[in-house]
């Protein structure tokens, strides 16, 4: 049994927002793009037609063998980043729905490495199986680029102090190994801090994103939603922070028009493919349950016929 538990955000909001009446249709195809500890796969699967299925995605052996618990023939989970979805046929999903980040049990667990809160590993992967760790790639990462990733995925003015620290560090008595010893050296780094904030929060951000590849793996994951979503299919982001809003509101935006080819005038403009639907906060309600959610953005848009 998982130890850790984890409170969906939006989660009837989400899986409302999924389908205007696919639900209710046969044969529907559905992708949870983060299935994390499940919450919106089983609301899903309790929305959609007998003959219809939910394909989720996750790269977390531990959200894996959370899925592989669910006893439904319409359910099915890949050991995969969602951007795989570009792997499926195109035009064949009603409906997809990307909740986006860290999960809670991936932060209240120490031995993930995800947070300053506790002491534990210095890993941050995702998938665990495969890749590289914060601890690892800390070890030999150049001073400018640590700086660079800190700068650009933590929106940290230290980036540069932290990072020579970090390079200090690991000169006079070798690489950091744990999260503790991480953010107590960021502490001593940043001269100065948000109220409410822990110093070290915009570092872990920005080094989870980077070691995971975060926005990069959105990006595509949207572009990919172009090609198999079905006309009329929707596509609902939830996500946490600026950066990962940011890529969302600008993809819905930049295929929400038409397209006209300055170079020929007289072409015919090339047909928007999304038709923007909502943006969406938690309620006060839901934010007084759990405080996680008050970041939470979620916007919507659906396929066009184009």
């Known amino acids: 049994m998982d130890a850790w538990n984890h409170t969906t955000v939006l989660l009837n909001e989400a899986v409302d927002a999924l389908s205007a009446d696919a639900f209710t249709k046969p044969g529907q195809t559905f992708i949870d793009a983060t299935f994390g500890r499940g919450g919106h796969s089983r609301a899903i699967l309790s929305r959609i037609d007998a003959t219809s299925r939910l394909v989720a995605f996750d790269k977390d052996p531990e959200a894996i063998a959370a899925a592989n618990a669910i006893e439904d023939g319409r359910f099915s989970i890949r050991h995969e980043g969602f951007a795989a979805i570009s792997q499926l046929e195109g035009s064949s999903i009603a409906g997809i729905l990307m909740d986006l980040g860290v999960s809670s049990p991936q932060i209240d667990n120490p031995a993930r490495g995800f947070s300053f809160r506790g002491d534990g590993p210095l890993d941050m992967r995702m998938d665990t199986t495969r890749g590289e760790s ?67 929060t915009r570092t872990f951000q920005a080094l989870r994103i980077f070691i995971n590849a975060e926005l990069e793996e959105l990006g595509r994951a949207l572009e990919a939603s172009l090609h198999v979503l079905q006309p009329g299919g929707r596509l609902v982001v939830i996500s ?67």
């Open 134 to 200: 914060v601890a690892e790639w800390l070890a030999t990462a150049p001073v400018e680029q640590i700086a660079e990733v800190i700068r650009e995925y933590g929106e940290e003015r230290f980036a540069f102090p932290i990072a020579k620290a970090i390079a200090a560090r690991r000169e006079e008595r070798g690489p950091l190994g744990s999260t503790r010893e991480l953010a107590e050296l960021v502490a001593r780094a940043v001269k100065t801090r948000e109220a409410g904030q822990d110093p070290a």
């Open 240 to 306: 946490f922070h600026s950066l990962e809003d940011r890529i969302v509101k600008q993809f819905i935006a930049k295929h929400s028009r038409e397209v006209v080819d300055r170079r020929v005038p007289f072409a015919a403009a090339q047909p928007m493919k999304l038709r923007a639907i909502a943006r969406v906060r938690p309620a006060d309600e839901e934010v007084q349950r759990n405080p996680r959610a008050r970041s939470a953005i979620m916007r919507v848009a659906e396929r066009t016929q184009a």
